[in-house]
């Protein structure tokens, strides 16, 4: 059970990463329909019965304020679509589906506009180009011998391309499936609903560590080993393992999630 002063706690963080998003929204002209609104005034009214400081009250109302500049901008972006003459590609695609041949051949034909240039040889233009062959010097003044590439021999063993990372110490195949039972293991031990933290999952002593996995744990998503969890209000995201690798057949998108692995990042969770 959590104690007032805690929920109070909790209810500031909450309202500022609310105002940090609507900021971003606005700042960076991001799409305004990525703010989940409904979620955001669950989340005001929720913390709103605990404030009794002045400041408290001038957060909620400012958290208020920055909601209201992104509905007013999803508004714009709406109306705009809409004067715009905006139509969704699919239903495009549907429509033109749907037509028959001799009506596309038609609109195109309506629309073409060939551009046509006509080109010949004169006596003015044969002239100049005899001019030109007779003043080039001959061939064997033109083309000179090319210098004899030096040889570079050598030959390197197995342990020298390991160490230069050329070739690995073991197959990727068997690396993934390891680091997969490794991700397993954890969300079982220590993970919470089956999942773990991203960054306790893929974060290491060392940066260059750090970065091999989060590379490693790439694929693993991208094959149907795992998958990302992503709370934006939170600013957490979690990696849930599969028991058996998904093969996705249907034709769904999928979506690309870019996470930053920068070195200030890895040093603020050392910390």
Not at 75 to 90: I, N
Not at 137 to 159: I, V, Y
Not at 171 to 189: S, V
Not at 253 to 260: C, M, N, T
Request: charged letters at 35%.
């Amino acid at each position: 059970m959590q104690s007032k002063r805690e929920r109070v706690k909790i209810g500031r963080e909450r309202l500022q990463r609310v105002i940090e998003m609507c900021q971003t929204v606005e700042e960076r002209s991001l799409d305004p329909f990525l703010v989940n609104v409904d979620e955001i005034i669950r989340v005001i009214r929720e913390f709103f019965p605990e404030w009794e400081n002045p400041e408290d009250l001038c957060l909620d109302a400012e958290a208020i304020n920055r909601l209201a500049s992104v509905i007013k901008l999803q508004s714009e972006w709406v109306k705009h679509r809409s004067t715009s003459l905006y139509t969704d590609p699919f239903l495009l695609e549907e429509k033109v589906k749907r037509l028959e041949k001799e009506t596309i051949v038609e609109a195109f034909l309506g629309a073409w506009q060939p551009i046509i240039e006509l080109e010949q040889i004169t006596f003015q233009s044969l002239k100049e180009a005899l001019q030109y062959w007779e003043s080039l010097s001959p061939l064997k003044d033109r083309w000179k011998a090319f210098p004899t590439p030096e040889e570079a021999g050598g030959t390197a063993t197995r342990e020298e391309l390991i160490k230069l990372k050329v070739l690995r110490d073991k197959a990727f195949t068997e690396e993934l499936e390891n680091f997969w039972n490794e991700l397993k293991r954890l969300a079982a031990e220590k993970g919470e609903n089956g999942r773990v933290s991203y960054w306790d999952f893929v974060g290491a002593e060392t940066y260059e560590e750090t970065v091999h996995r989060a590379f490693l744990t790439s694929f693993l998503v991208t094959y149907g080993y795992a998958t990302l969890e992503i709370n934006p209000l939170e600013e957490k995201i979690f990696i849930r393992p599969f028991k058996k690798q998904q093969r996705r057949i249907s034709k769904e998108q999928l979506v690309s999630i870019p996470i930053a692995i920068t070195r200030e990042e890895w040093e603020r969770w050392r910390k």
